[in-house]
């Protein structure tokens, strides 16, 4: 019998060598293809993300990954907002003389929509005072102070013509980003030219302007497969596809002035191309206690839009989900160290039995949180335990030089064996049970002196900042905050989105108390935090 069983066993053996040199393969493709130049970056909603996505539907068809029913052909849409835009039909005229858009005026985002004439009521608002008047203010924001001074005229005039007469250069561009409450005027910002010719002429002679603001959308794009073993839980693994184009959306850390293409082989072709290789093995495996979800998600970098929608329209009934793993960068691990993060792990008390700290091979670090700045944060969000695994960050996150001849192949096929045996051991458990964690910081290592220890939602395209999760025991919470709350005001300072709240943070200090204003609902409300 011995000879019998050595011979199995080499066999066995030379089995998984084979499977091991077709998965090194396939992966080695599948990120040479999702980040080469002709992609363009994978950015959302863009020619590039379709390529990458037609690509995926592919190889999910080639594993045998069936869609499933409620979405037919792979793919889901969603809506991703885009920021505002104005008309080139915009216009601006006094007497007989037309302005040109964009050389001599433009319009300032929080501008009403229509036609506007200066034969109501005109107001010629000079910035220059502002300015003068603030010279000796350390926590002048001209921006944020211009608002409040238009937001007070506004309710009763037709037309402001916002100029800069002073010394002090303002360049003005249009804030496509801009969240602010939109205003009852038409608002233009123009140089002193046009102020010139206004002055000069009689009041019915203009100025008269036409504004056109809206919002852009584009659309986004999941790709969704599925295993059905007719099991009563199923499994769901998920990667980011998208990336960040040629750095559009700002959220590039390229400081050259060359436009470049950030083809993300690490972030995240290399989840992308893990999700594809255990889509494969897992097809393959003679284990039926599951069924599988492999959802590739777009917009992740963008605010979690992919995964964030999937989850609030969701194919399935998370009641028969029983966990998600995400992978997001898992191309870099270390080949001395062999360290890799595994996030989610306070989120079961599974994760404490089946997750070996003491690895004979990776060097794991684990995160107890649940939410973290990826796709597993808006499964946490439902109560789901979730796995997040990551080799770390490097000094090519979100720059050009992300290639693919950077990527450590054999490393990454370690991951992928290490997941498949985690999927494994849990199918000889029941299902696995939840437990919530600490909340993360929302955008990384924080100098901030206070926390509010809330969950921005970063797919919020109104005023304010959007309550998606409220941290137990922080100031949030004891002040009454609660998920879906948005805030648009603290102390004196106006909240209009993440970045106006991460500002107003940095203006308070331990033990100050403020109050906020609160829209839940229809309803305002005022609450006072104390930090």
């Known amino acids: 019998m011995k000879p019998i069983y050595l011979l199995l066993l080499l066999v066995s053996q030379l089995s998984i060598a084979q499977s091991d040199k ?8 599948s990120i040479s293809f999702l980040a080469d130049d002709k992609l363009e970056g994978r950015r959302t909603g863009m020619p590039g993300e379709k390529l990458a ?3 995926i539907v592919e190889k999910f068809k080639k594993n045998g990954i069936e869609p499933i029913a409620e979405i037919p052909n792979y793919i889901q849409d969603f809506e991703v907002n885009d920021g505002l835009v104005y008309a080139e039909n915009c216009s601006l005229k006094v007497g007989n003389a037309s302005y040109k ?4 005026f433009i319009p300032m985002p929080y501008s009403g929509n229509g036609d506007y004439t200066s034969g109501k009521v005109l107001v010629m608002y000079d910035l220059g005072y502002l300015i003068s008047e603030n010279k000796d ?7 944020e102070s211009l608002y409040q001074k238009l937001n007070e005229m506004s309710s009763q005039t037709e037309l402001i013509i916002v100029y800069n007469s002073s010394d002090t250069a303002f360049s003005y561009t249009f804030d496509a980003k801009n969240k602010k409450q939109k205003l009852a005027s038409g608002i233009v910002f123009c140089n002193n030219k046009i102020v010139a010719d206004i002055e000069k002429q009689s009041e019915n002679e203009g100025p008269f302007a036409h504004i056109e603001i809206s919002s852009s959308k584009r659309t986004g794009h999941n790709v969704v497969g599925y295993i059905n073993n007719n099991a009563s839980l199923t499994v769901i693994l998920g990667a980011h596809y998208d990336h960040l184009g040629y750095g559009e959306d700002h959220n590039s850390l390229y400081a050259g002035k060359v436009k470049m293409i950030h083809n993300g ?3 995240n072709a290399s989840g992308t191309s893990a999700l594809i290789a255990l889509s494969s093995i897992l097809k393959k495996s003679g284990s039926k206690k599951y069924n599988y979800v492999f959802v590739a998600f777009s917009g992740e970098e963008l605010g979690l839009y992919g995964s964030k929608y999937f989850v609030e329209h969701s194919p399935i009934d998370f009641k028969n989900v029983n966990y998600m793993v995400n992978m997001d960068m898992v191309g870099r691990l270390n080949d001395s160290t062999h360290g890799i993060t595994i996030g989610g792990f306070g989120t079961s008390p599974s994760w404490g039995q089946l997750i070996n700290l003491q690895d004979g091979y990776f060097k794991i670090k684990v995160d107890s949180a649940g939410s973290g700045p990826s796709d ?6 439902k109560d789901l335990p979730v796995l997040f695994f990551f080799t770390g960050t490097h000094s090519d996150y979100h720059k050009p030089s992300d290639d693919a001849d ?3 192949y054999e490393g990454e096929l370690k991951i992928i064996r290490y997941i498949q045996s985690l999927i494994e051991k849990t199918a000889a458990l029941d299902k696995v049970s939840f437990t919530k964690t600490r909340e993360a910081a929302a955008m990384g290592k924080s100098s901030f002196k206070v926390t509010m220890g809330i969950m921005p939602d970063y797919t919020f395209s109104g005023n304010g900042v959007k309550v998606d999760g409220v941290s137990e025991n922080r100031p949030a919470q004891k002040a009454g905050v609660k998920t879906g709350d948005v805030i648009y005001q603290m102390g004196d300072f106006m909240v209009s989105d993440v970045e106006t709240y991460m500002q107003t943070l940095g203006k308070f200090k331990k033990g100050d108390a403020t109050i906020i204003k609160i829209k839940r609902g229809t309803e305002d409300i005022k609450v006072e935090v104390t930090f």
Do not use: C, G, Q, W
């Open 406 to 408: 950077k990527i450590n």
């Open 376 to 381: 597993h944060t808006s499964f946490y969000r």
């Open 137 to 143: 203010n350390p926590h002048f924001d001209v921006e």
């Open 53 to 55: 996505y037609e690509f």
């Open 265 to 267: 082989a690490d972030d």
């Open 101 to 104: 858009l964009n050389e001599d």
């Open 22 to 29: 077709k998965i090194l393969k396939d992966i080695k493709k």
